[in-house]
């Protein structure tokens, strides 16, 4: 039977549900949606929120930035790295306001390693943001 071993990260944004950041299971590791929320902060990168808790407004390539770098730390806490992903899917909650400035910071930070990539658009997220991020890496 083949070991499972969960990573949660204290330099990561606290996970929204009771789940680990990471899950390795032989040599792959597979990250739970990561978002682009700050560690101890529930403030999100880029986004204006009412007195409600709605968006007003919001910058999705700040977001961008924070989710790669929250994806990024998580990995290396959990003792692999950002070349080793090798598949990401990104939810989107806005595709066709969002997905040039995503595609174009995704060719910036994926360069060098090009993992599998799936796109979709999804009505939520569980929290005000424009984008997650699932992954797998080997590790």
Known sequence: MTEHKSYTSSNAPESVGLYPHAKQ?????????VGPRKK????????????NGNIV??????????????????????????????????????MKDDFTTYN?????????NQPCRTTVEVNALPTPIAIELKCIATI
């Open 25 to 33: 299971v032989g040599n792959l590791l597979f990250l739970s949606g």
């Open 40 to 51: 101890g902060s529930k403030d999100i990168p880029g986004v204006t929120l009412d007195a």
């Open 57 to 94: 407004d919001y910058d999705i390539e700040a977001q961008c930035r924070s989710v790669f770098q929250n994806v990024r730390t998580i990995l290396e806490d959990a003792g692999s790295s950002w070349n080793q992903l090798v598949d990401v899917t990104v939810f989107l909650t806005n």
């Open 104 to 112: 174009r910071l995704y060719a910036e930070y994926f360069k060098d």
